[in-house]
């Protein structure tokens, strides 16, 4: 029988990199603006069994939802448009697939049989595209199916998905098909004939797709989508266009302009129950785009070359542009680059300077020299995990004199452990998913900052690290004026710091930037802005 649920899966042709992420998280979007519950999934075909163990290099920014799993960053781009927390099962990978078979074979669960890709590998692929919507009852779950049709990876997914669809019926499981529409600039022409190739690929695997969703730099003119629909079979009003934006925000406005939610909704036979009301995203995007000034926030850390590294934090940044009416720009700063002699030089001319998030030496003390300067300078300053770490070596220092002053991360017998591992990592061997992950309760001081900012005493926010600070040195750092201002209930570890006196100085162990989306931008990242952004206009005022 088939479930209320109804399934949109999301493939993509031609090249990788096209916006999978982005269409997801848009088209559910329109469909939680028609009034439906949405949910979306994200299907990786690595073997890892989660990319907590990745290099931020690979793949860019490990994302955390609240129940401490460590997932794809696109599982952000869909909390930040949907405004729902994601979990665990929204994440699924051909390692935790693998797993669970092997598992089951171990157990002696498949009787005897002999265990294959083919129908083991794939039912356990199909059991994971439903077992979401029968957790959380949505109406409609949108599954991402990550890599690029044609990759030997994806094939047991698509496979999975071919049985899918023969047993659920096309008014219950859509396939929307993604794929590139190259402008040659020499013929002055659209090309279709990647998307047709694309198209002929998912074919083979027995797939017809319903909806064509085309990435492209122009317009899509009526005799392009007309020849897409022939050659590729399918309706000419499912042949959407999908044209680069000015922000990725944008991308709701010009799918529903296209008519994606439409189309959509009639093929699963589902009705709009509302209209769409994109009056909260219109103001947002519409102060998004004519910010009355600008504040220029250094980000330092040491995976800048690639920005996804840091896809949340910048994310955050620039969502609390519109509360403040300003645009944020970021100036990314390898903090390798950073020393004592340039560092005036390298962030004097910056409104605010964010520390990031990271793991391992390389670039610390660049990290150090970025932390002292904003300290001593008077300068906004919000470091994130390592960023807050980084906040209380340079202060153990440069302010309590202390010698030989470090993490253990990157100095175990170092004389003076301010930042050390927390009990019970102490014989933690294996890597992944054995940090402090997810959502923590941390209370804040009456009459901090934070909770001014926040307006609360308790909140939640989410962590991944080993190493804590060290409360043998509590009370030296309060007395110095470096204020734990925010402290877990439970086992009374430090969550964030403040210094007294400064514009702005605040270091927090958890991550804020996973909890701040387009319709609820987080408060710490929006004082932050706006710390700046006062900076910045003091700073005029001076010239003047
Ligand atoms: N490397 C540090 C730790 O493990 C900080 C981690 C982070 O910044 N996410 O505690």
């Keep these: 029988m088939p479930r209320p649920t109804k399934y949109v899966f999301v493939t993509g042709g031609v090249t990788s990199s096209l916006g999978k992420g982005i269409l997801a998280a848009s088209l559910a979007k329109l469909l939680q603006l028609r009034g439906y519950s949405v949910t979306i999934q994200k299907l990786d075909p690595y073997l890892n069994i989660d990319p907590g163990t990745l290099n931020p290099y690979e793949h860019g920014e490990c994302y955390v939802t609240d129940d401490g799993a460590e997932t794809d960053l696109d599982l952000g781009h869909y909390e930040r448009f949907l405004n729902v927390p994601t979990s665990q099962a929204n ?6 697939i693998y797993e669970t078979v092997i598992r089951k074979e171990r157990m002696g669960e498949y009787g005897g049989k002999t265990v294959q890709v083919i129908p083991h590998i794939t039912d356990e692929i199909k059991r994971n595209f439903t077992l979401i919507s029968e957790e959380q009852h949505c109406d409609v779950l949108i599954s991402e199916i990550g890599g690029t049709v044609g990759d030997i990876e994806s094939l047991p997914y698509l496979e999975a998905l071919r049985q899918f669809r023969y047993d659920y019926g096309e008014a219950h499981c859509l396939v929307i098909h993604l794929t590139l529409v190259p402008y040659l600039k020499a013929a002055g022409e659209l090309k279709t004939k990647p998307t047709q190739h694309s198209v002929k690929s998912l074919l083979q695997s027995g797939i017809q797709p319903d909806i064509l969703v085309c990435r492209s730099e122009h317009k899509l003119p009526q005799d392009v989508r007309t020849k897409i629909a022939r050659f590729c079979n399918v309706a000419v009003d499912s042949v959407i266009e999908n044209i680069n934006a000015p922000s990725i925000y944008d991308v709701p406005f010009l799918l529903a ?42 980000l330092v850390g040491k995976y800048v070359e690639l920005h996804d590294a840091y896809l949340s934090i910048s994310e955050s940044l620039s969502i609390s542009g519109p509360g403040n009416d300003v645009k944020v720009n970021i100036e990314w700063i390898h903090s390798e680059d950073i020393t004592q002699e340039n560092v005036k030089r390298v962030l004097s001319h910056l409104d605010g300077i964010l520390v990031a998030p990271g793991f391992g030496y390389r670039g610390f003390e660049g990290k150090i020299n970025a932390v002292r300067y904003a300290r001593e300078q008077n300068i906004p300053f919000l470091g994130i995990c390592l960023g807050m770490q980084a906040a209380v070596i340079e202060f153990g220092r440069n302010v309590l004199n202390l010698e030989d002053c470090n993490s253990t991360e990157f100095k175990e017998d170092a004389e003076n452990p301010v930042i050390s591992l927390m009990e019970e990592q102490k014989d933690v061997t294996q890597l992944g998913g054995t940090m402090r992950l997810g959502a923590y309760a941390c209370k804040l001081s009456k009459g901090s900052r934070l909770e001014e900012i926040y307006g609360a005493t308790q909140i939640e926010e989410r962590h991944r690290h080993r190493y804590e600070f060290n409360n043998a040195f509590k009370e030296a750092f309060k007395e110095a004026g470096m204020l734990p201002t925010g402290i877990n209930p439970k086992n009374k570890l430090v969550e964030t710091v403040e210094i007294k006196g400064h514009r702005f100085f605040i270091g927090t162990q958890f991550h804020p930037e996973y909890k701040c989306t387009v319709e609820k931008p987080h408060p710490l990242f929006g004082a932050f802005v706006k710390s700046a952004h006062s900076y910045k206009l003091e700073k005029e005022k001076v010239k003047a």
């Design 91 to 96: 994440n699924v990978t051909t390692g935790k």
């Design 257 to 298: 302009k296209e008519q994606l939610d439409m189309v959509v909704m009639r093929r699963l036979r589902l009705n709009a129950k509302n209209d769409l009301d994109f009056s909260y995203w219109k103001n947002f995007s519409t102060a998004l785009k004519n910010p009355s000034d600008e504040v220029t926030i250094g």
